[in-house]
């Protein structure tokens, strides 16, 4: 015993040490003695044994004391287990009730009473007594209940826990609540607590929201050690950055209500019977209330709640029988106006006892469904590929699919700056002259059937320059760029950037982003725009540590700079970077430098077929950004909806933070082998009247 060691669990954190995610059968946060906060030991000395320093295992006074109250309730209501006799059960004996067990509790009792000191007892006590929802020690439940280390608890929340022993699951206050608080029986119960669910978000012990990168941690380790990674205390510590993390979570929650709000209403969540009257049972109302939340749960800050009365200038709801919520706002009876008319359709219909989630917006409420929408984003260091923030959906729980590694989707137009850059190094300029006149293209052009490709809006220009086609996103320019080229070349060029050949077809369609791509895949892609021309991998894990705090592993990342990593002509990258600042500023991704007052942003939107997949990646020097959205199972995200108006606001939004008070890094020098003429790049090799001058246009 005075070598304990228990089995503590995977923990992973941020780079500035702030904890994600935690795995194992057991939650456990081991505290010297001398950590540990009087408050913590006075509540728990009160709560289990307040002759704890004075007898010697057994409190003979508490026998007594306990037969007497037994026998005058004619009931076994007292026990007189010390805290002693607790640890022996704990460390070595089952829970079956026998006289046997009984008998070896008592000796084993008295042997750690000859063999350790009272502040070691207790210090075992404090660091191994469960206390519901996988939480081993105080510090362990401190952290999953009320969201705080050990050393931040008041009064009244020492008192909460210490009482949570007796029974985990029941008086723990996750489970409920108001027995948790009869069971302190202190009058420190007048300060405030705040109690956090066991979810694994903020609300759950951690200070940040960074589910889908602890989980992926988590695998990449499990891969190495199997089993073993649960158990033997290693402490994972990634690349993300709590700001940018939590900063990038509330940017996707935020861009997919934005979303959802701007979409037509669907109408309800459900729907239950409300007996007339049960406003003035609470008993009964609380009652329904808690069976809805077992099919739909909060989640995060979409409240549960049920319509007790609706109208087209207010909707009553109850989320408890003591909390009834006005929503009244015009702007929030906007969103579900389709279903507070009259003639609203049955399914559409907001009514007594429709289901809901309730979303406080600000200063007030709105009715809103759970998104069927999902989002992701991801953020890298382009130097050496650091993930810096990864949100992979709306909500972690939701099926734990993470869409930034997992979610193989069309890029639209933002694949068309990979189909420039392949162009550049073939004789073409930004000052090249292309058609965007519309052409069809045969079967026998195709290898399958007839393609009539379209520019979005349906708008043509008699010519372009690449400059001018990249800026305005034409797809007919992009078409005949790949045609000058070659498909094949194209195909294989683009592997450069990290793509898998066998996902991006050697066909024209390619040049419109037809292929398949994972969001992380275009951080590190145009990771070598802004890092000037070298792949990096991302990577997320920087060091592992174990449970001695021995580092076991730590990264080894390829840095921009290294011979080894140089993927495109450094050349190509200065002008791509000119070209992306450009459409950043003047072009389809204007809004960006715009909102962010800033001129060092590179970006591209990107918008599919049907508007089913919208994205936008952009990036400065030091940081890359991808955000997309799109449904699970591919379907138009509605008309109107493009990678500028859907995905661009979560980029905005996240760069916000992550960019706040960074220096604005203008260009460098164009490297040597570039020269500007007439205004714009020439490769020294292709000077005017040597590059190719018009692509697609008479001679």
């Given at each position: 015993?005075?070598?304990?060691?228990?089995?503590?669990?995977?923990?992973?954190?941020?780079?500035?040490?702030?904890?994600?995610?935690?795995?194992?059968?057991?939650?456990?946060?081991?505290?010297?003695?001398?950590?540990?906060?009087?408050?913590?030991?006075?509540?728990?000395?009160?709560?289990?044994?307040?002759?704890?320093?004075?007898?010697?295992?057994?409190?003979?006074?508490?026998?007594?004391?306990?037969?007497?109250?037994?026998?005058?309730?004619?009931?076994?209501?007292?026990?007189?287990?010390?805290?002693?006799?607790?640890?022996?059960?704990?460390?070595?004996?089952?829970?079956?009730?026998?006289?046997?067990?009984?008998?070896?509790?008592?000796?084993?009792?008295?042997?750690?009473?000859?063999?350790?000191?009272?502040?070691?007892?207790?210090?075992?006590?404090?660091?191994?007594?469960?206390?519901?929802?996988?939480?081993?020690?105080?510090?362990?439940?401190?952290?999953?209940?009320?969201?705080?280390?050990?050393?931040?608890?008041?009064?009244?929340?020492?008192?909460?826990?210490?009482?949570?022993?007796?029974?985990?699951?029941?008086?723990?206050?996750?489970?409920?609540?108001?027995?948790?608080?009869?069971?302190?029986?202190?009058?420190?119960?007048?300060?405030?607590?705040?109690?956090?669910?066991?979810?694994?978000?903020?609300?759950?012990?951690?200070?940040?929201?960074?589910?889908?990168?602890?989980?992926?941690?988590?695998?990449?380790?499990?891969?190495?050690?199997?089993?073993?990674?649960?158990?033997?205390?290693?402490?994972?510590?990634?690349?993300?950055?709590?700001?940018?993390?939590?900063?990038?979570?509330?940017?996707?929650?935020?861009?997919?209500?934005?979303?959802?709000?701007?979409?037509?209403?669907?109408?309800?969540?459900?729907?239950?019977?409300?007996?007339?009257?049960?406003?003035?049972?609470?008993?009964?109302?609380?009652?329904?209330?808690?069976?809805?939340?077992?099919?739909?749960?909060?989640?995060?800050?979409?409240?549960?709640?049920?319509?007790?009365?609706?109208?087209?200038?207010?909707?009553?709801?109850?989320?408890?029988?003591?909390?009834?919520?006005?929503?009244?706002?015009?702007?929030?009876?906007?969103?579900?106006?389709?279903?507070?008319?009259?003639?609203?359709?049955?399914?559409?219909?907001?009514?007594?006892?429709?289901?809901?989630?309730?979303?406080?917006?600000?200063?007030?409420?709105?009715?809103?469904?759970?998104?069927?929408?999902?989002?992701?984003?991801?953020?890298?260091?382009?130097?050496?590929?650091?993930?810096?923030?990864?949100?992979?959906?709306?909500?972690?729980?939701?099926?734990?699919?993470?869409?930034?590694?997992?979610?193989?989707?069309?890029?639209?137009?933002?694949?068309?700056?990979?189909?420039?850059?392949?162009?550049?190094?073939?004789?073409?300029?930004?000052?090249?002259?292309?058609?965007?006149?519309?052409?069809?293209?045969?079967?026998?052009?195709?290898?399958?059937?007839?393609?009539?490709?379209?520019?979005?809006?349906?708008?043509?220009?008699?010519?372009?320059?690449?400059?001018?086609?990249?800026?305005?996103?034409?797809?007919?320019?992009?078409?005949?760029?790949?045609?000058?080229?070659?498909?094949?070349?194209?195909?294989?060029?683009?592997?450069?950037?990290?793509?898998?050949?066998?996902?991006?077809?050697?066909?024209?369609?390619?040049?419109?982003?037809?292929g398949s791509v994972t969001p992380l895949q275009m951080a590190g892609a145009y990771s070598v725009f802004a890092n000037g021309g070298?792949?990096?991998?991302?990577?997320?894990?920087?060091?592992?540590?174990?449970?001695?705090?021995?580092?076991?592993?730590?990264?080894?990342?390829?840095?921009?700079?290294?011979?080894?990593?140089?993927?495109?002509?450094?050349?190509?990258?200065?002008?791509?970077?000119?070209?992306?600042?450009?459409?950043?500023?003047?072009?389809?991704?204007?809004?960006?430098?715009?909102?962010?007052?800033?001129?060092?942003?590179?970006?591209?939107?990107?918008?599919?077929?049907?508007?089913?997949?919208?994205?936008?990646?952009?990036?400065?020097?030091?940081?890359?950004?991808?955000?997309?959205?799109?449904?699970?199972?591919?379907?138009?995200?509605?008309?109107?909806?493009?990678?500028?108006?859907?995905?661009?606001?979560?980029?905005?939004?996240?760069?916000?933070?992550?960019?706040?008070?960074?220096?604005?890094?203008?260009?460098?020098?164009?490297?040597?082998?570039?020269?500007?003429?007439?205004?714009?790049?020439?490769?020294?090799?292709?000077?005017?009247?040597?590059?190719?001058?018009?692509?697609?246009?008479?001679?």
């Amino acid at each position: 015993m005075i070598d304990y060691r228990p089995r503590v669990p995977l923990r992973i954190y941020t780079a500035d040490k702030v904890l994600i995610g935690e795995f194992g059968e057991e939650r456990r946060n081991v505290l010297r003695f001398d950590e540990i906060p009087d408050v913590m030991k006075s509540a728990i000395l009160a709560a289990e044994d307040d002759r704890f320093y004075q007898h010697g295992g057994i409190d003979w006074m508490g026998v007594g004391r306990a037969a007497l109250a037994n026998m005058t309730h004619m009931s076994k209501t007292q026990g007189a287990s010390t805290i002693t006799m607790q640890v022996a059960r704990n460390f070595y004996l089952s829970s079956e009730k026998t006289y046997t067990r009984k008998f070896y509790e008592l000796l084993l009792t008295f042997k750690i009473e000859a063999t350790l000191s009272k502040d070691q007892i207790l210090d075992l006590y404090m660091n191994q007594i469960y206390l519901g929802h996988r939480a081993y020690g105080f510090a362990a439940a401190s952290r999953t209940y009320l969201g705080k280390q050990l050393g931040e608890i008041t009064t009244a929340e020492a008192a909460m826990l210490a009482g949570i022993p007796k029974a985990p699951s029941r008086f723990n206050p996750i489970a409920n609540f108001e027995r948790a608080k009869t069971r302190q029986g202190y009058d420190a119960m007048a300060q405030e607590i705040v109690v956090k669910s066991a979810l694994g978000t903020p609300a759950g012990g951690y200070a940040i929201h960074g589910e889908y990168a602890a989980e992926l941690a988590r695998q990449l380790l499990y891969g190495v050690y199997q089993d073993n990674v649960y158990s033997r205390g290693f402490n994972i510590y990634t690349t993300i950055k709590s700001t940018d993390q939590e900063a990038a979570y509330l940017a996707v929650r935020n861009g997919i209500l934005d979303y959802t709000r701007r979409a037509p209403y669907t109408g309800p969540q459900g729907q239950v019977d409300l007996p007339a009257g049960i406003e003035n049972d609470h008993a009964q109302l609380d009652s329904i209330l808690d069976d809805l939340q077992d099919k739909y749960p909060d989640t995060g800050d979409l409240l549960t709640g049920v319509v007790l009365d609706a109208s087209p200038n207010q909707i009553r709801v109850a989320r408890t029988a003591q909390q009834i919520i006005d929503v009244n706002d015009k702007r929030a009876l906007k969103i579900v106006a389709r279903g507070l008319v009259k003639n609203a359709k049955a399914d559409v219909r907001i009514q007594r006892g429709s289901v809901v989630y309730l979303f406080r917006n600000g200063d007030y409420w709105e009715v809103i469904n759970m998104p069927a929408v999902q989002a992701a984003f991801v953020s890298v260091r382009p130097q050496d590929g650091a993930i810096q923030a990864m949100v992979g959906g709306f909500h972690f729980s939701d099926g734990k699919f993470n869409r930034v590694t997992q979610a193989w989707r069309q890029p639209g137009s933002a694949f068309k700056p990979f189909i420039y850059a392949s162009s550049l190094e073939r004789g073409l300029t930004p000052a090249t002259q292309i058609s965007d006149e519309p052409f069809v293209l045969t079967a026998a052009q195709t290898g399958s059937k007839p393609w009539t490709p379209k520019n979005y809006g349906r708008t043509y220009e008699p010519m372009l320059t690449m400059r001018q086609g990249l800026y305005k996103s034409k797809n007919m320019v992009s078409i005949r760029i790949m045609q000058a080229v070659g498909p094949k070349y194209v195909q294989e060029y683009v592997t450069r950037f990290g793509f898998d050949k066998a996902r991006q077809p050697a066909v024209l369609p390619l040049a419109l982003g037809a292929g398949s791509v994972t969001p992380l895949q275009m951080a590190g892609a145009y990771s070598v725009f802004a890092n000037g021309g070298y792949r990096t991998e991302p990577y997320l894990i920087d060091y592992v540590t174990d449970s001695t705090n021995k580092v076991i592993m730590r990264a080894k990342p390829i840095v921009a700079g290294d011979a080894a990593a140089r993927a495109i002509d450094a050349r190509t990258a200065y002008v791509m970077n000119d070209l992306l600042r450009g459409v950043a500023t003047s072009g389809t991704g204007a809004r960006a430098s715009r909102e962010l007052k800033r001129t060092d942003i590179g970006g591209k939107t990107g918008t599919t077929n049907d508007s089913q997949d919208a994205w936008f990646a952009g990036y400065t020097p030091d940081l890359v950004g991808i955000a997309w959205m799109g449904f699970d199972k591919p379907r138009s995200l509605g008309s109107g909806e493009t990678g500028g108006g859907a995905s661009m606001p979560i980029w905005i939004n996240y760069m916000r933070t992550a960019l706040k008070d960074k220096p604005i890094v203008p260009p460098g020098p164009a490297p040597s082998g570039l020269s500007r003429i007439n205004g714009d790049f020439y490769f020294d090799e292709f000077p005017p009247g040597q590059a190719i001058a018009r692509v697609g246009l008479p001679a």
